[in-house]
């Protein structure tokens, strides 16, 4: 078997061989297959795309480029949820203890961010002594004592995934729909659980566009899914604005804990109950939609989804009792106001903008050597259709170094306002599982 002929195959829109598929992935991993080719058929494929099989067997070789995680030792069905990622999205640390304080068994393995703001792994890090790095028998362990617990993915699971994502970060071709299902999936499937919900978000401060390609990636995702007899569903949801008012990651962290409390922002709260309840249902501790959300509810309400995070917080070497007291969490040496210089209702929020603003605060990652402020960020006091005179508060800036030249300014153009009044945002779009 030639590369070039994979190409070439690839390059006319043909289908390729699992056989073909074997062949690159091995070949790439052990570089028996230089870079230059290899660019040469992502490119293809990111031109030509790849069938429902093509992409299943991509994703199934580069699961077993390394471990694959055996969780039966845990007791139970055993939940794992993914988001695309977005701006403000801490979902992981109010969703998990939640579902797992109504009886769930929630084995989570997060990353940590580039660009905007931190990864899961970078939020729970503001927390002091937390240690992300468990071995796989305490990971076990944990998981079966307290329901709950949230490591960093380790070096060896789906080496092919780092080598691909590398290359294809460098050639033009992460944005493409087969290529990033089978990443994302060989990942989710390695971690081990046994169903899995998939956030896929859209919008300007998301990885797809628009509802219509997040679709098209979520069922692409599904159907391999199917192809490994795993429960997979997703969730089409909106990143046109922030996710909840939090940017930055000790501030999203104090967040997630308000929520945990029953104070979270109304859209925040909106999106873990929703996704809590499709994790119960594949979990099969709630019946239905409504039997669901009673019960997440119920853990908010007497407290049981905040005891979830503190056990898990102290299981995993944490300081307990910045949970406890979120004004202990790190904190800006300066918090400034910024006052709306207009009036009107907030049609647009560009949460690209303000994801990127918070990162030039020390929130984020230009570079993966980058470390990350835990402290600094921005809290958001105004989102779209709210109404604002001139003179209200906008946000709250958190820094520990003067604003850089043109911050403000950019800030404000985040903001477009208009003089009709504005709907909020919908915020799910859909809910997709297998054969819909």
Known sequence: ???????????????????????????????????????????????????????????EEMLYSGDVIDLSAIKG???????TGGVGDKTSLSLAPMVAACGAKVAKMSGRGLGHTGGTLDKVESIEGFNVMLSQEEFIEQVNDIGLALIGQTASLVPADKQLYALRDVTATVNSIPLIASSI??????AGSDTILLDVKFGEGAFMPTSEKAKELAEAMIAIGSHFNKDVKAMISNMNQPLGNAIGNALEVKEAIETLKGNGPEDFTELCIEAGSIMLQQAHIAKNDEDARKQLEEVIKNGKALDKLVAMVRAQGGNVEQILNP???????????????????????????LGTLAMKLGAGRMVKEDSVDPAVGIVLNKKDGDYVQKGDILAYIHINHPLPEGWLEDFYNAYVFTDEKVDKQKLIHEVISSGK
């Open 185 to 190: 999936m060989s990942k989710k499937l390695a």
């Open 327 to 353: 004004e202990l969490l790190p904190k800006a040496k300066e918090i400034i106001e910024v006052c709306s210089k207009e009036e009107g209702y907030v049609k647009e929020l560009h949460a690209l903008e």
């Open 77 to 83: 069905i055993k939940c794992d949820k993914h988001s």
């Open 1 to 59: 078997m030639r590369f070039v002929d994979i190409i070439e195959k690839k390059k006319n829109n043909l289908a390729l061989t699992k056989e073909e598929i074997h062949y690159f992935i091995q070949g790439y991993v052990n570089k028996d297959i230089p870079d230059y080719q290899v660019s040469a058929l992502l490119m293809a494929i990111y031109f030509n795309g790849m069938n429902a099989y093509e992409t299943a067997c991509l994703c």
